[in-house]
Every structure is written in C-alpha cells, then in structure tokens.
C-alpha cells in the first residue's frame, strides 16, 4: 500500500501570511516602518497579479523580497528620504523604545543604506550571505565588507570612541 | 549584581507582535544570556580571555554595542583594530577560533554571526498588522487589474474608432473621394446657397452662391477691425464682429496681414441625419506669421458627431494637420445639473436643458505668405433616434493672431469673427424619444448612480464627456482626455429608459 502524497497548494494568502510580517519589520528597521510597508505591499500586489509565475518559483518569498528591496533602492535614488527615513522611523518609535535601543536606532539610521540594509536582511531575515548579495545587486564579498563595516561603525557609535 | 550584556527589556511587552520573531527573539535571548553570563563574570577594564568565547569578535562587539561593558570599550575596539591589520596582513593574533573578522570569504560569514546584535535589531522592529495589509494588498491587486482591462478595452476601442475614423474620411484630399450620403466633405464649396437647399455631399452639385465674408485685412497697430459685413444672400445668418478694444496701446508685435474669409453654411435651411454642416475660415494672404483657431458649437446634441478640422499652407482642404478634434457628441458636461464635481451629479435631459455640441479646430499656426484652413464640420446624428428640438443653431468664432503674441496675454492682437446659422431638421418630431425616460433610466441605474457617486472619484468623471445616439440607443460613454477613444458607461433604451448595457 503506498501513501497518497498530497501537495497542497500555495495559496497567495498563505504566502502573504507568512512573509509579510517578517520582511516588513526587517526592512522598517533599515528603511522606516511607512517605506517599507509600503515597498513590501507593492512587492506582494506585484506577486498577486502574477500569482501563477510566482507561486511556481522555487523560492516565492525570495522574489517578493527582491521586488521590495529594489523598490526601496529605487526609491532612495530618486529622492533624499532615504537618508533621513531611519531619523524618521526612531522618532516615531522613541516611545516604545528602551533608552538603549534608542541609541541603536540612531546609530543604524547613521549607516550608509546598503549596510542598513545589509545588516537587516543578514541579521533580521538570516537570509544567507549569498541571497543578501543578490538582492543588492552587490557580490559575497562585499556583503561580508558591508556588514563588518556597519557593526565597526555601530560599536564605535554606541562605544562612544571615533576611532 | 546585573547581567552587563543582558539586553535591554523591552519598552512594552507588547512591543513584537509576530509569533515566529517572538520565538527567535526567545531563543537570541539564551543565546546572549549565557554570552552575557561569560562576560558578565569579567570586571570592568579586564581583558576577555580568548577562551570561553567561541566568537571573541561577537562578545567584544557586543559589549561595544551595549556601551555596558565599562571601561573596556576602548580595549575592544584596539583589538578590532589590530585584527583588521592582522587580517590586511595575513598575521594572527594568534586566537584559534576567536580572529576577528578575516576578509575572506572563507570565514567572515561566520565571524559575522552575531545573535546578541539581532537581537537588539529585532526589539527596533515595529508591530506588524497582518490581515489588515492582506486585505489592502488584495485590494490594490484588485483595482490594478481592473484598471489594466479598462486600459486595454480603451486602447481597443481607439484602434476601432481610428479605424472607422479612416475609413469614414478615407483620402486627405476630399475632391478625390467617392462620396456618398454621410461622408464628410471638406471643401470651400460646401457652402449651398441660401436657398434651404441642404448641405449634403448630394447638393455639391449645386452650384449656389456660397456664402463667404471676405474681411479686408491689412492690421495696422493702434487701429481695429472693419465691421464685419452681411454675408450675401445669408437671410437668416448674422456676423458680428467683437467688440473693439478698449487698450489704445500699440501692440509691440506685427499683426497679422491679409484677407480672411469666413465660409458659413448653410443658413436657414433644413437638415437630415447624414447631413454635414460645415464652417470654414480662410486666412489668404498673410504677410506675417499668425496662429488661429476656429470653435463653434450647435445647439442639438443630436449633431452627434462633431469634427473639426484643420489645415495650413495652401488651402486645399485637408492638407495640413488634419482632424484636431473628434467627437461623437456632445460634452456631457452641459448635460450636467451641476457644475461641481462631486456626488450628487446627474445627467440632465437636453430637451429640458439645452445641448451644446461643441468643437475647436485646435491652434494652427501659418507662416507668412502662407493660406491657412480651418474647418468644422458638424454632422447630423446618422442613426434613427429621438430629437427633443425641432431646430438648432451653429454658431461659431474665428479667432486669430500674431503667432508672437499669446492670445491670453495679448487679447488686444486677436480678432475674432462670430457667426451663426440656423438650421431646422427635415424630419423633426420623427424620431422623438421618451427623453425623460431615458434620463430617468440613466440617473437611477444603481452602477450608474455609484459611477457618479462613487469613489472612483473626480477623475473618472471628467472623463464623463460623450453622449450619442446610436443603433437605436442612447450611449452615454467616457471618454479618454486626449484621444477620440470612448468606453461605454451606459446603452439606455429610447423610449422606456430601461438600460440595455450599464
């Protein structure tokens, strides 16, 4: 007798369910919780109506996640909010937030992007070292340089030394 | 004593929301906990021992991070420092497991590993509401898709309409079609006389006196326009001029200079569906460069379909730009009880609320020594339907000036020459529908009402500009700023009112 095998199918609300929330507090720590909200609906309005070449995908929430990154990068070069949304984000989080905590938002929204960015998917999503370089257009290598860049800059922010 | 490396409670426990993040964060809280319990046994200012740290780089960064670890802050970023040296030239500090950060990609992924610090990531990570962001997302999704059908059924609707279009006017030069009742005829000789012969494509025939005013036009600076004289043999067709000026002042730019000849018709006579009528404007001999534009409006809707024309250079008719304006009847906007976008808007019958069917030839521009064109052209409404008047009015306004000048800024340059004629159906009271009816029909369709209402918004309904007859039904279409293409909002039954298509 052999087990019927039974694939359940990957309804877009499943998807939605269980990669919004992750992807959207990941990237609100680099990008603010307005932007990213925003950039990760849009990535996911993108899935839905290509819901049938997405959901065929080996790994569907690796391009959703791709479409919000690109978004948020594509935003930041056309304006300047870029630079100031993590300012943003903190102000609007400083209440909830421990005095400690505070200090490390402000010094994440002190990093140069790619490295907020960088330090959220590697660090928040534990997406791979590889899938972090794809997702910045950018190569192992220097995902690995970002990264040790951005924790030198966050210790030296929150260790008070300039150095 | 407290834990030095134990993260910071978090501000509210309620902070975090998501299950899966909670459980991580739970599972980096034991794994900085026993780091932290490490650390915690050294006293401040004390060297961490590179035994019992796996991660020597992870716990001096954490306790960087943390700004908790005394005075050892600068100790830890010496050793960073040093090791990043150590890494650019290939020397060790000698630690097996614990080298900071070596640039290769063989290791630093690893040494990059750092729990404590996602931890204090994740309490910045702000609430997440799921299924309210489904439901928009969904939503998004939604209306995106049924704009991309509109869009496309629009795109579709304007190749037909182009394609009609064409096949409607066929060759750019009208002396050399093969004409038949309904095809629009563009020519100086349109003008029937004054006779109550019709202007159809079947009087060209006739040779009847037209009906042109020759305004002389040598424009001097700091004088005005002659009265505009009787057109001849126009019994019922009046030409004023405007009003003269008021500003003395001499106008810095050259006036245009010529002859401009006003092509009206037909005046007092009769029309029937298939009947074109037409005002042409002539602009001959200009010795300066000038722009102009003829605009007119008849008082029927049923004029269903209004062309406007325009051509410069020489005057043969259709040879410059070509139609500027094509509509399929008149702008809705007129039919509206309210002029104010918003809810609340109806579309009001135009037996009761008099239709204006308008039509602009669009600005063209002529050089000097050049002839320009313009022509309208209003055709009666080629399907069997009700007409509410018995009779309608065409007026029309020719407007030109230096093409230096702006004409808003620069009124005082522009001419314009008005007229009018007045046309009675051949066959009125034939095709008088049940207008109430239909208006009633239209105004209480539920999709209708929620269009107008609705929160599609203002923008749609700006778009809200056709009405025509067609096929024995009254269309009220949208259409799309900038292109003749039309979507049917709704095909209402003559004479019960009842939607056949909403």
């Known amino acids: 007798m052999t087990a019927d095998i039974v694939v359940e199918e990957l309804t877009f609300e499943g998807f939605f369910r269980t990669n919004y929330a992750p992807l959207v507090r990941s990237l609100s720590v680099a ?12 990535a996911f309005v993108q899935a839905n109506l290509r819901w049938r ?19 948020l990068i594509d935003e930041s070069r056309r304006d300047k909010r870029g630079e100031d949304a993590m300012t943003r984000m903190s102000a609007a989080s400083v209440m909830e937030l421990a005095p400690a905590d505070i200090d490390l938002a402000d010094a994440v929204g002190m990093l140069p992007q790619k490295q907020r960015l960088a330090v959220c998917l590697f660090y928040l999503l534990d997406l791979p070292i590889d899938e972090v370089a794809t997702l910045l257009n950018s190569t192992p290598g220097t995902v690995k340089s970002n990264l040790y860049d951005a924790r030198k800059r966050l ?8 150095d | 004593m407290t834990d030095p490396f134990a993260p910071p409670p978090p501000a509210d426990d309620d902070d975090i929301i998501d299950e899966e993040l909670d459980a991580e964060i739970e599972a980096d809280r034991a794994d900085a906990g026993a780091i932290g319990g490490l650390a915690g046994d050294s006293a401040p200012d004390q060297d961490f021992p590179d035994e019992g740290f796996g991660r020597r780089f992870d716990a001096e960064q954490l306790a ?3 700004g908790q670890i005394g005075g050892s802050a600068t100790a830890a970023m010496a050793s960073i420092d040093r090791d990043v040296a150590d890494s650019a030239t290939g020397a060790s500090d000698g630690g097996a497991d614990g080298l900071l950060h070596p640039l290769d990609d063989a290791n630093f992924g690893e040494s990059l590993s750092d729990p404590a610090l996602k931890q204090r990531l ?4 702000p609430r997440v509401s799921v299924e309210p962001a489904l439901e928009a997302t969904l939503a998004v999704a939604n209306r995106r898709r049924w704009q991309r059908r509109a869009g496309t059924a629009l795109s579709a609707a304007a190749v037909v309409i182009a394609a009609l279009l064409l096949f409607r006017t066929g060759s750019s030069d009208p002396n050399s079609q093969t004409l038949s009742a309904g095809d629009p005829v563009t020519t100086t000789t349109t003008v029937g006389p004054a006779d109550g012969t019709r202007l159809t494509p079947r009087t060209l ?8 005013v020759y305004v002389p036009g040598t424009f001097v600076p700091g004088t005005y326009f002659p009265t505009f004289p009787t057109v001849p043999g126009g019994s019922s067709t009046t030409n004023t001029t405007t009003a003269p000026p008021t500003s003395t002042t001499p106008p810095t730019t050259a006036r245009p200079s010529g002859e401009v000849k006003v092509s009206v018709g037909p005046a007092s006579t009769s029309v029937a569906v298939g009947d074109r009528l037409s005002v042409q404007v002539e602009v001959e001999n200009n010795t300066n460069a000038a722009l102009f534009y003829v605009s007119g409006s008849s008082s029927c809707p049923q004029l269903a379909r209004t062309t406007a024309a325009t051509s410069a250079g020489a005057p043969v008719p259709g040879s410059g730009p070509g139609v500027a304006f094509v509509g399929e009847g008149a702008q809705i906007q007129d039919h509206l009880e309210s002029n104010t976008f918003g809810p609340g808007w109806v579309l009001a019958d135009p037996s009761k609320n008099t239709g204006v069917c308008t039509a602009d030839s669009g600005i063209t521009s002529i050089a000097a020594g050049q002839t320009g064109l313009a022509t309208l052209s209003f055709d009666a409404d080629a399907a069997p339907g009700g007409l509410p008047s018995s009779s309608l009015l065409i007026g029309t306004s020719f407007t030109y000036w230096p093409s230096s000048a702006d004409a808003s800024s620069n009124a005082a340059n522009a001419k314009t020459v008005s007229s009018s004629s007045t046309v009675t159906w051949a066959d009125s009271g034939v095709r008088t529908g049940n207008m109430s009816a239909v208006y009633n029909g239209v105004n209480t369709n539920p999709q209708v009402r929620a269009f107008l209402d609705g929160a599609e918004g203002a923008q749609e309904r700006q778009f809200l500009s056709r009405i025509a007859f067609h096929a024995g039904f009254w269309e009220f279409r949208l259409s799309v700023a900038g292109s003749p293409a039309t979507a049917l909002l709704a095909k209402v039954d003559p004479s019960s009112g009842a ?3 909403g």
């Open chain 2, 205 to 212: 025939d006739d040779s009847g006196a037209t009906t042109s």
């Open chain 2, 499 to 501: 939607i056949v298509v």
């Open chain 1, 53 to 71: 070449q997405v959901s065929d995908m080996d790994v569907p929430a690796a391009w959703v996640r791709r479409v919000a990154v690109n978004r």
């Open chain 1, 155 to 162: 210790a030296r922010h929150l260790g008070g030394s300039d």
């Open chain 2, 64 to 66: 960087v991070l943390g």
């Open chain 1, 31 to 42: 990008c603010g919780a307005e932007r990213a909200a925003d950039a990760v609906q849009e």
């Open chain 2, 122 to 125: 994740m309490r910045l990570a």
